[in-house]
């Protein structure tokens, strides 16, 4: 850049974020995401946790016992933290370079308006006892959980309710169902569909219900402090019981970091939701393609540039790609958050800072998906053309009808016939009365057709939405 030219100092508005999901996407997932990931939340609840933990010292018999209205206090003090005193606090942590110890002394200062409570405060009893990581890393995961259940997996079941609806649509519809995207044999449209849902559900429910794991075992895992200063207490106890309180499983077998086993489980599943979606989104843009589906045209809309008739497959391909960005970090988060040197290094926590992208990248996924789907209704008649134009796709109905009656070269009699070539239905009329077979078996070919052959297609779409619907249920 020339050196002539100078730049206006920049304020973070959607149109100078560097992410997509703090300026394009704001409004749409990131300010849902940003409520859970961003620095603030993450200050407002170490605050909450070292005030949660400070009652929990006192009810141990460990801090004076504490009023009602100090525990009041103490419970409302993450709402002090107003974007001015984040601002404040921000500078302090340029001043000492630590960003726990600048939370401390922020909450020393908050505290000290309630005058009871200078006495804790003068006593050292503020972050008594904890590393970083105790406060850190309960802060995360409670985050993350409540990410999960108030954003997340509401989400999901909308995704779910609108792949149940297209399935309903679209369960007497038949297509030719296609391997290597060859025709194949026909499946019911509905059925496709909502094995996508019933494969998300799953995902969904796992995720639902994983507990995930938070440490409080001090510098290296072994509560050494605590024990120290008061032996008679049974620390590990009070660790289990404390993090039980906020929802999470204890994990009291560590080094200084919780190993994340949990945290792990919970990407993997995120990046299984994310495939799935991937999956869809290509499946619904060829069946887009192939014209068995139509997209809602709205006029105010424009598909292309230069070519005014397009209407292009946005939303399934802005739900691929977010997918895919949040799956390249999942993967890399997958691989290094299980290592850690010794007893800890720091690479994680500036890893750690960025976790609310895949999360959110996923969950604009979720809600392209939704607007995909919505657009969509199925071009019954394009599809019926397709269906007529080829009557070998039932080739395999008649090698299996052929062999069962003792026509050991059935397979090879079709094969010859159907290979390579588009038929019509009397081609196949013709074909079966020069079959050298009893006129019973020939009545049993003849009644084959596009409708009656796709097995239990039908009973697997109605189970498959059952499915799906129950686990909506859990979700919500």
């Given at each position: 850049m020339s050196e002539n030219i100078k730049m206006p100092k920049l304020s973070l508005r959607q149109s100078t974020a560097v992410s997509n999901l703090d300026g394009r996407l704001w409004n749409e997932a990131g300010a849902q995401t940003g409520e859970y990931f961003g620095d603030e939340a993450l200050v407002k609840t170490r605050i909450e946790i070292e005030a949660k933990y400070l009652i929990a010292l006192?009810?141990?018999?460990?801090?004076?016992?504490?009023?009602?209205?100090?525990?009041?206090?103490?419970?409302?003090?993450?709402?002090k933290i107003t974007p001015p005193v984040y601002d404040d606090l921000r500078k302090i942590e340029t001043a000492v370079r630590h960003d726990v110890i600048s939370m401390t002394q922020m909450m020393k200062k908050l505290l000290l308006k309630t005058r009871s409570l200078t006495d804790i405060i003068d006593h050292g009893?503020?972050?008594?006892?904890?590393?970083?990581?105790?406060?850190?890393?309960?802060?995360?995961?409670?985050?993350?959980?409540?990410?999960?259940?108030?954003?997340?997996?509401?989400?999901?079941?909308?995704?779910?309710?609108?792949?149940?609806?297209?399935?309903?649509k679209t369960k007497?519809?038949?297509?030719?169902?296609?391997?290597?995207?060859?025709?194949?044999?026909?499946?019911?449209?509905?059925?496709?569909?909502?094995?996508?849902?019933?494969?998300?559900?799953?995902?969904?429910?796992?995720?639902k219900k994983l507990k995930l794991r938070g440490k409080l075992t001090g510098?290296?895992?072994?509560?050494?402090?605590?024990?120290?200063?008061?032996?008679?207490?049974?620390?590990?106890?009070?660790?289990?019981?404390?993090?039980?309180s906020l929802g999470l499983e204890a994990?009291?077998?560590?080094?200084?970091?919780?190993?994340?086993?949990?945290?792990?489980?919970?990407?993997?599943?995120?990046?299984?939701?994310?495939?799935?979606?991937?999956?869809?989104?290509?499946?619904?843009?060829?069946?887009?393609?192939?014209?068995?589906?139509?997209?809602?045209?709205k006029k105010t809309e424009f598909g292309s540039s230069a070519m005014p008739q397009k209407v292009n497959p946005i939303d399934f391909e802005n739900s691929q790609g977010n997918a895919l960005f949040s799956n390249w970090i999942l993967e890399g988060l997958i691989r290094q958050l299980p290592v850690s040197w010794l007893q800890r290094d720091l690479v994680d926590k500036t890893i750690l800072r960025n976790t609310g992208l895949p999360f959110g990248h996923s969950f604009i996924s979720l809600i392209s998906t939704v607007k995909g789907l919505s657009r969509l209704s199925a071009n019954c008649e394009k599809i019926k053309e397709e269906l007529e134009s080829d009557w070998g796709i039932l080739a395999e109905a008649f090698q299996i009808k052929l062999r069962a009656r003792g026509e050991g070269a059935g397979y090879e009699k079709i094969k010859e016939l159907s290979r390579g070539?588009?038929?019509?239905?009397?081609?196949?009329?013709?074909?079966?009365?020069?079959?050298?077979?009893?006129?019973?078996?020939?009545?049993?070919?003849?009644?084959?057709n596009h409708q009656n052959y796709i097995g239990y297609s039908k009973e697997n779409l109605h189970e498959m939405i059952t499915k799906t619907e129950k686990v909506i249920r859990i979700l919500l």
């Open positions: 006192s009810e141990a018999g460990i801090v004076r016992k504490l009023t009602t209205k100090e525990k009041e206090v103490l419970l409302s003090i993450r709402e009893w503020i972050h008594w006892g904890l590393a970083s990581e105790d406060v850190d890393n309960l802060s995360r995961t409670v985050l993350i959980a409540d990410y999960l259940n108030k954003v997340y997996l509401p989400q999901a079941a909308e995704t779910l309710k609108k792949i149940v609806e297209l399935a309903q007497t519809v038949v297509i030719p169902g296609k391997t290597h995207l060859q025709t194949a044999i026909p499946t019911l449209f509905g059925k496709e569909i909502s094995l996508f849902g019933l494969r998300l559900a799953e995902n969904f429910e796992r995720i510098a290296i895992g072994n509560l050494s402090a605590h024990r120290c200063a008061y032996p008679k207490i049974n620390w590990r106890k009070f660790s289990r019981s404390f993090i039980e994990n009291l077998y560590t080094t200084q970091i919780e190993p994340r086993a949990k945290l792990i489980e919970l990407f993997s599943l995120i990046q299984g939701v994310n495939s799935i979606l991937i999956d869809l989104s290509g499946d619904m843009r060829f069946y887009i393609g192939f014209g068995w589906f139509s997209q809602e045209v070539k588009k038929l019509k239905r009397n081609d196949l009329l013709i074909w079966i009365e020069k079959l050298p077979v009893k006129e019973n078996v020939k009545k049993e070919l003849r009644r084959i």
